[in-house]
């Protein structure tokens, strides 16, 4: 009996431990003479993903979670067509993304707040949080935009145990982070945001340790301690000095970079940073790097032709290249988008997505902890089909 007792508290810890972790990223905006780049690690299990050029033109609907258990109420899926262009960063399919500039300037990150959540079901049309920043991106322009639209459209709400919160930045420098506190949209701009920094902490609380120059005995994911990092470089940074912004937002990212592992059984998994991303703002290009290949890559979005009556391009994130990529992207098929939904989900656990629940514990106990369930293979197709849904109006 104590064995199993043992054996239970193990798993439930895992479990809780597991999903605090996922997505422990940092974002930052470093904003001097006018200059503006807007830095994003993403710290993960899994490296896969694709950078999509996404079309204007498009009309779309909200796709439907792959863990859909929404609270009953009214409120139908979002529906619209796409006013501007994009580039994004997508590990989990196309219209998924982490993060990505549109042709107008504006870019969202997305990071884990597991003290983050929804909003219960109202009037308002919904959407799935993983296509949240898409429908921002195909329709805004400015940070005000963004935030004035939570009166029209919610993030639905599902099983997902984690939280997320947004950081957001527009052409003209302006910033904000949105937060969802107890089912309400909370955001953060101009003096109630003294630092241009985000972690995995609510901002509150991070603002708050960084005040006291304090890191809790207890920093998932060293969340506060990468806040106040990268909030510190960002302060001390000077322009005209040997490092370029674009140099030193990079340096920012390596300095908060995250690597931990967790093991429970035969189960291993390791946290660490995966992709890093800076944004320079006023030439609306993206400089990244990935853990598979540390060569930085440049893409210009000028350079695309972001009509929908071209096809939509593609790039595979951990292409051996470097410098400019602009012309290495290729043409979108469903074909790449079901391999990297397949590679992603293979290696993410689906507690991600279900929580802690018996079914899954008495799942991980029977198998001696060798394994953990996985995603249903249709609900993997539903997703990679998904796109095939959207339609060019012109």
Not at 20 to 28: H, P, W
Not at 174 to 200: D, H, S, W
Not at 343 to 357: D, E, H, Q
Request: charge should be positive.
């Amino acid at each position: 009996m104590t064995n199993c007792i043992t054996q239970l508290l193990s798993c439930i810890l895992f479990i809780a431990l597991m999903r605090e972790d996922s997505m422990a990223c940092t974002t930052f905006q470093l904003n001097h003479a006018g200059r503006v780049f807007i830095g994003y690690n993403l710290d993960t299990l899994a490296e896969d993903g694709l950078i999509i050029v996404n079309k204007r033109g498009v009309s779309k609907t909200a796709m439907r979670p792959i863990i859909d258990v929404q609270l009953s109420g009214i409120g139908q899926p979002a529906s619209w067509t796409s006013k501007y262009g994009s580039i994004t960063f997508n590990q989990y399919g196309r219209e998924l993304p982490f993060c990505g500039m549109n042709e107008a300037g504006l870019i969202i990150q997305t990071l884990a707040n597991p003290k983050g959540k929804f909003p219960v079901p109202d009037s308002r049309p919904s959407i799935w949080v993983g296509q949240w920043v898409q429908y921002q991106l195909d329709n805004f322009a400015t940070v005000n935009e963004v935030i004035s639209n939570d009166s029209q459209l919610r993030i639905k709400l599902t099983k997902e145990p984690v939280g997320r919160h947004f950081f957001v930045n527009d052409q003209e420098g302006n910033c904000a982070i949105i937060e969802f506190i107890n089912g309400k949209q909370v955001y953060y701009i101009n003096k109630t945001m003294p630092y241009k920094v985000l972690t995995n902490s609510t901002y509150p609380e991070s603002v708050k340790s960084l005040k006291h120059d304090k890191i809790p005995w207890r920093d998932k994911g060293k969340s506060i301690e990468r806040f106040i990092r990268a909030a510190k470089m960002v302060k001390s940074y000077k322009p005209g000095g040997a490092k370029s912004p674009l140099d030193y937002s990079f340096d920012i990212l390596k300095s908060v970079s995250w690597s931990e592992k967790k093991e429970l059984g035969a189960l291993k998994f390791t946290f660490e940073t995966k992709w890093s991303i800076v944004y320079d703002v006023n030439n609306l290009r993206i400089y990244f790097r990935t853990r598979e290949n540390q060569n930085i890559r440049i893409i210009n979005l000028r350079s695309f032709d972001f009509s929908c009556t071209t096809p939509v391009k593609v790039l595979d994130i951990n292409a051996w290249l470097s410098g400019d990529v602009t012309k290495e992207f290729i043409d979108y098929t469903q074909q790449i988008n079901q391999n990297l939904i397949g590679n992603a989900f293979r290696k993410t656990p689906y507690i991600f997505l279900t929580g802690i629940n018996l079914k899954l514990i008495w799942y991980m106990i029977r198998n001696g902890f060798g394994r953990l369930p996985k995603v249903l293979d249709e609900e993997l197709d539903a997703l990679s089909k998904y796109p095939d849904t959207t339609v060019c109006e012109n």
